[in-house]
């Protein structure tokens, strides 16, 4: 895997058709090539009994991450039911009555109640996001193949939760309601703190948990940035940065090569490689101080948002146009 990750390293120039933007020798490139097919095997599903390995190693050692997957699927439902509250706000500010008010609280509280949910989840994510890179470090140092095999246990992981972070991002961008409602929410929340109704006095949180979601809530991607700020902190505290980008760039490499060659069993298959790819780029791009759009990366933009330009990601969002949305570098 050392080898592996060291091939990682390229020059700045090379063919734009090309995931890696190093020039190798034929012997190299030989080793390259086994140790890349020997790390991607199974990232596209072709391997059944490792592929249960693979998710029985991530819930002995990260359950937390198969319990936040589940939640966030069941928020991504919740999120997109959500009932906007602007005829009983529109009514409150034009005839500010103790009634119209009430009304207002009455049907916003349940909303914002859900907003607490999504922005604890993401606490939540933050918090599980250093766990994975560290393994993802030690896995990267490994020759075993059982060390491999983890490795692309935690890369699903990683990437299923960055799915929901697309997702969810994707629904809020299209629910303009949610800052609406909490902004009035909070405009008028010591008056619902202080009211004598326990019925509306129950949807009252803390002000300094408002300020937070509202700057939470406030970004335009706010579940992607919670993950690259987690990301990025790991990566600078821990001094791991160098293997951390060298991690990153091979994943992306075994998902970049699965989808250009079409290797991946099914449609499925290849779509969790595009979402394994645009992760890894986001991250990637958050992490390193160039960026992904510079000539110093690792890993070839350009050759990236040509693969994956006619594939959807999110919804029927063409996964390019998540990768830019959500990258430091890329416009």
């Not at 790390?39 to 029985?56: E, H």
Request: overall charge neutral; proline content about 4%.
């Amino acid at each position: 895997m050392g080898l592996f990750l060291s091939l990682l390293r390229g020059s700045p120039g090379g063919n734009s058709g090309s995931m890696s933007r190093t020039s190798r020798d034929t012997e190299s490139l030989a080793r390259f090539s086994k140790q890349f097919n020997e790390f991607i095997f199974n990232l596209g599903g072709y391997n059944v009994r490792k592929d249960t390995r693979n998710a029985q190693f991530v819930e002995a050692n990260f359950p937390e991450g198969n319990k936040l997957l589940k939640a966030g699927q069941v928020l991504l439902q919740r999120i997109s039911g959500y009932q906007d509250s602007n005829e009983e706000i529109r009514a409150a500010i034009s005839q500010p009555t103790p009634e119209n008010e009430e009304a207002a609280w009455r049907k916003i509280g349940p909303s914002v109640l859900l907003l607490v949910e999504c922005y604890q989840y993401a606490q939540n994510v933050e918090r599980l996001i250093p766990d994975i890179l560290d393994e993802l470090c030690r896995q990267a140092n490994y020759e075993d193949p059982a060390g491999t095999d983890r490795s692309r246990g935690l890369a699903r992981l990683l990437a299923d939760l960055m799915q929901n972070a697309f997702a969810f991002d994707s629904l809020k961008a299209s629910i303009p309601a949610i800052q609406n409602d909490f902004s009035y929410y909070r405009r008028t929340l010591s008056r619902i703190s202080k009211s004598q109704n326990v019925e509306i006095a129950k949807y009252a949180i803390s002000h300094d948990a408002s300020n937070k979601m509202s700057l939470f809530y406030a970004y335009h991607n706010p579940m992607v940035k919670a993950i690259v700020d987690s990301a990025s902190q790991y990566a600078k505290e821990s001094n791991n940065e160098a293997i951390v980008l060298d991690c990153l760039s091979a994943l992306a490499t075994g998902s970049f090569n699965t989808v250009k060659q079409s290797k991946a069993d099914s449609a499925k298959s290849e779509r969790l490689c595009v979402l394994v790819l645009v992760t890894c780029c986001v991250l990637y791009d958050w992490i390193s101080t160039p960026g992904i759009g510079s000539p110093q990366s690792a890993i070839n933009a350009k050759a990236v948002l040509d693969l994956i330009s006619e594939r959807s990601l999110v919804d029927s969002t063409p996964a390019d146009k998540v990768l830019r949305a959500n990258c430091r570098t890329l416009r």
